[in-house]
């Protein structure tokens, strides 16, 4: 059975970084049949996907326009993790934040078709404030 | 990505059936056959219950069930029980990242 735990800090500043990390255990976060996602939610945007990593032919990584040159996702093979770092958070980034494992098909195209998310995290409560 | 519409709101008594509607558009839900279902109860994360507009994961009841036409999809929950209480959000793949629905909140009446 897949499990992600999440860890990362519930307060973050305004103009600075958020950073949350999902530990995977039951699957390898470099499986070529998997990716990697966070999403989030809040009461004003419901549920919102930000970006996924997956290994392939090598590491990729697609995100959402909306948070796209703020984001990175990063895999950790040594420690079979994979991160969130979004930066110059605003208020508007508060909301709780989900680490989910990603079905779906990558095509040479560079397309990649996500079928569905068959395993989340915990979720973690992020609150942008000074 | 545009969120799919869903009824804000859906109630039911025991052992009724309900539906629950997710109306998007033809580059996403009518385009694909990847809607997929989630459970949410209070402060838990999504729970997956159906993919593939109609196939069920391992272990979920088959009380609920999923059909799409045209640019709906919809999900129905036969012999409605206490435990059906809770958020359901549908999800479609759409260029650019999957979508989410508004979500629907069921009441067990």
């Known amino acids: 059975q897949v499990q992600l735990q999440q860890s990362g800090p519930g307060l973050v500043k305004p103009s600075q970084t958020l950073s949350l990390t999902c530990a995977i255990s039951?699957?390898?976060?470099?499986?070529?049949?998997?990716?990697w996602s966070w999403i989030r939610q809040s009461p004003s945007r419901g549920l919102q996907w930000l970006g996924r990593?997956?290994?392939?032919?090598?590491?990729?990584?697609d995100y959402d326009v909306s948070v796209k040159s703020r984001i990175s996702i990063k895999p950790d093979t040594s420690k079979n993790q994979f991160s969130l770092q979004l930066n110059s958070v605003t208020p508007e980034d508060s909301a709780v934040y989900y680490c989910?494992?990603?079905?779906?098909?990558?095509?040479?195209?560079?397309?990649?078709?996500?079928?569905?998310?068959?395993?989340w995290g915990q979720g973690s409560l992020v609150t942008v404030s000074s | 990505q545009s969120a799919l519409t869903q009824p804000a709101s859906v109630s039911g008594s025991p052992g009724q059936s309900i539906t629950i509607s997710c109306t998007g558009t033809?580059?996403?839900?009518?385009?694909?056959?990847?809607v997929s279902w989630y459970q949410q109860h209070p402060g838990k994360a999504p729970k997956l219950i159906i993919y593939?507009?109609?196939d069920r994961p391992s272990g979920v009841s088959n009380r609920f069930s999923g059909s799409k036409s045209g640019n709906t999809a919809s999900l129905t929950i036969s012999g409605l029980q206490a435990e059906d209480e809770a958020d359901y959000y549908c999800s479609s793949y759409t260029t650019g990242g999957p979508s989410f629905g508004t979500g629907t909140k069921v009441a067990v009446l």
């Open positions: 039951g699957d390898s976060v470099s499986n070529k049949t998997t990716a």
């Open positions: 033809s580059s996403d839900v009518g385009g694909y056959n990847y």
């Open positions: 989910a494992r990603d079905l779906g098909d990558y095509y040479a195209s560079g397309i990649y078709i996500v079928y569905y998310f068959d395993f």
């Open positions: 593939d507009v109609t």
């Open positions: 990593t997956y290994y392939r032919d090598k590491w990729h990584n």
